[in-house]
């Protein structure tokens, strides 16, 4: 079986082509100062008609969304909810649900229509997911405090965890590393989380991302590299 994995980010489109659990292509395309403005769409139209697939999963980490608990079932209000984190268009864009029952906790978001309909007018079984539902049905936990990081290209998006309940959830568009440690920090004196009690986590762009994880070093005492992508290895498509 053939399968085409696509992860878009704030400024990016990863794709992955699968076989049978095998790898065999991986490839990222990101927005520069160069680029035109249909770039990513360019490139998801050169993605879709490069072979046959048999199924297509797709993964949006892009932070228009809004986290609530299993249950809610109240979906007209799905934009609303999601226009107090970030400005949300229901003529542009398409309304999402993922639920994580692990964490009893479901995400709103929204992708783009453009993109949507591209991927739909294939024609073959596509499923889609938010990577705050992935990442944190991924995440390995205890029963105390926790910070999850999972690290993008100019993104990231973070868990706090305190006895196996999900405490925040954020996902950050920034362009700069400090920007990561200042908002981790600052997410940590807000919610009451002592620096020497707290258990850090990170995953994804580690490597891409070394001066943020050196940083983070200086102030934390318990830090772990749970994942490092590598090519042709990625934390939220794997």
Not at 48 to 58: C, N, S, T, Y
Request: net charge negative; hydrophobic share 40%; with cysteine.
């Amino acid at each position: 079986m053939n399968v085409l994995n696509l992860l878009f980010t704030k400024d990016g489109l990863i794709s992955q082509i699968a076989r049978n659990k095998s790898i065999l292509e991986e490839k990222s395309y990101f927005v520069d100062e160069d680029s035109p403005e249909d770039f990513i769409a360019g490139k998801l139209d050169e993605v879709l008609i490069k072979q046959r697939f048999d199924e297509i999963h797709v993964v949006s980490a892009l932070n228009h969304f809004t986290l609530m608990p299993e249950g809610f079932s109240d979906h007209e209000s799905g934009f609303d909810l999601i226009a107090y984190n970030a400005p949300a268009d229901s003529g542009q864009e398409e309304l999402m649900l993922s639920i994580n029952r692990k964490f009893k906790v479901q995400f709103y978001y929204t992708f783009p229509k453009n993109f949507y309909k591209k991927i739909k007018d294939v024609g073959i079984p596509v499923h889609f997911n938010f990577s705050g539902e992935k990442f944190l049905n991924s995440v390995n936990n205890k029963n105390g405090k926790e910070i999850h990081i999972n690290l993008y290209h100019n993104q990231c998006e973070f868990f706090a965890v305190d006895r196996k309940q999900v405490i925040l959830y954020n996902n950050l568009d920034v362009s700069s590393e400090v920007d990561f440690l200042y908002f981790i920090m600052f997410t940590l004196s807000k919610l009451g989380f002592g620096i020497n009690e707290t258990s850090f986590y990170a995953y994804g762009e580690t490597t891409e991302n070394e001066t943020f994880i050196s940083e983070l070093q200086k102030f934390v005492k318990n830090l772990k590299i749970v994942f490092d992508n590598l090519p042709n290895k990625n934390f939220i498509l794997n």
